[in-house]
């Protein structure tokens, strides 16, 4: 609003200045020069104050919808959807729970090993397991089995989460 108020005046002293100067005597040059430095001035300082404007606006948007950010969490679903279809037979059968992937002790090393036990009670093609993939190893009291996932993997047997 103010800004159109300024314009409105300084337009109405520019006319009201090229009238009168008709109508008086002639100018000099330094007149003519000081009125055209105040023109100046005046209009650095209007484009000043409409800058400084600008800066202090404040924009609303009321129908903006707040979304809060977006968290990567990794969620497991809690029911399959319809159109995921399980693996067919002759290929699930080569997926090996992970729950089963332990981690055991043994001659004084640690190493990834599958459980029998649990493997018997969690995959139901064990007893088709390769037999050469199956090894013993000393557990401080007793000799225990398990099977090496390097050479299941190498017979086409993965381990994924189930």
């Known amino acids: 609003m103010h800004k159109k108020f300024i314009a409105l005046i300084i337009a109405s002293a520019v006319a009201i200045t090229g009238v009168s ?3 008086a005597r002639a ?7 000081g009125g055209l430095a105040a023109i100046a001035l005046i209009g650095a300082a209007i484009h000043h104050f409409d800058k400084q404007g600008d800066s202090k606006k404040v924009t609303r948007n009321y129908n903006h ?13 809690r029911h399959r959807p319809n159109h995921i279809r399980p693996l067919p037979e002759r290929v699930a059968r080569y997926s090996l729970p992970q729950r089963c992937l332990e981690t055991f002790k043994g001659y ?3 190493r990834p090993l599958l459980g029998t036990r649990c493997l018997d009670k969690h995959y139901k093609y ?10 013993g190893f000393w557990n401080g009291n007793k000799v225990k089995r398990a099977y090496e996932p390097a050479c299941l993997r190498q017979q086409g047997y ?3 989460y189930k």
């Open 21 to 23: 100067a008709s109508q």
């Open 126 to 135: 064990a007893n088709s397991l390769p037999k050469k993939c199956k090894v």
């Open 65 to 77: 919808v707040y979304q809060p950010p977006k968290q990567h969490i990794q969620r497991t679903p």
């Open 108 to 110: 004084g090393k640690k």
């Open 158 to 160: 993965r381990v994924v």
């Open 27 to 33: 100018a000099d040059a330094e007149d003519i020069l």
